[in-house]
């Protein structure tokens, strides 16, 4: 399963963690998510972006203090992992976040 | 802050990951809940706590497939995490969720 394009992944996910006993597939959907916002500086970039509605890579040094390799790679685990979406525009990338992604990892936590 | 015990964690913890550029702190705190779930083991694990209320460690090694060893690795770093909470009795330990923790990540994710 881990080899879905996010987009059928995501028509598969995510019932609640809470509400029963998950399958394994849908478990390992649901922690690839989570994996990819198990870092501070994801969560950080992930906060910038969402933040700009959409932001260019060239803008993410600064505020994280990262060079472009570390913001690429940072990037790259967040977008295969569904959480934002890229389009180039010449030299750089421009990100945005993808709601529906995140919502779905929220709705896993649902049901406390 | 990594090494403040869980509740102190959670009384400063956890803004809408959305809403703004964390800081450094907020965003290690959500990162290691976040990464505590990002394993599909973890997942299934909670998942089974969940549905169950409360549940013997000795209760999950069939539903999961797996060893003691391997169960006791990963409920340590789930309880690590503050997302659930041990209790001994006699030679076995039982599990409960902490909803509280699950419900201020999710709230990380909410805004979107």
Redesign the interface.
């Known amino acids: 399963m881990a080899e879905k394009p996010p987009a059928t992944a995501e028509a598969e996910c995510c019932p609640s ?6 399958s ?1 597939t849908d ?2 959907q ?3 998510g ?11 970039l ?3 972006i ?2 700009s509605g959409e932001i260019c890579s060239c803008d993410l040094e600064q ?1 994280l203090g990262k060079a472009q390799p570390t913001i690429s790679h940072h990037t790259k685990t967040l977008a295969d992992a569904g959480l934002i979406t890229r389009e180039k525009r010449g030299r750089w990338v421009w990100w945005q ?1 993808r ?2 992604r ?2 779905a ?2 709705s896993a ?4």
Do not use: C, H, N, W
């Not at 963690?17 to 998950?22: Q, S, Y």
């Not at 989570?34 to 950080?44: K, M």
């Open positions: 963690v809470l509400a029963a006993p998950l394994d478990a390992q649901l922690a690839k989570f994996a990819a916002l198990g870092d501070p500086v994801r969560i950080r992930l906060s910038l969402a933040a505020p976040v709601p529906e995140l919502d990892l929220r936590l649902d049901g406390t």
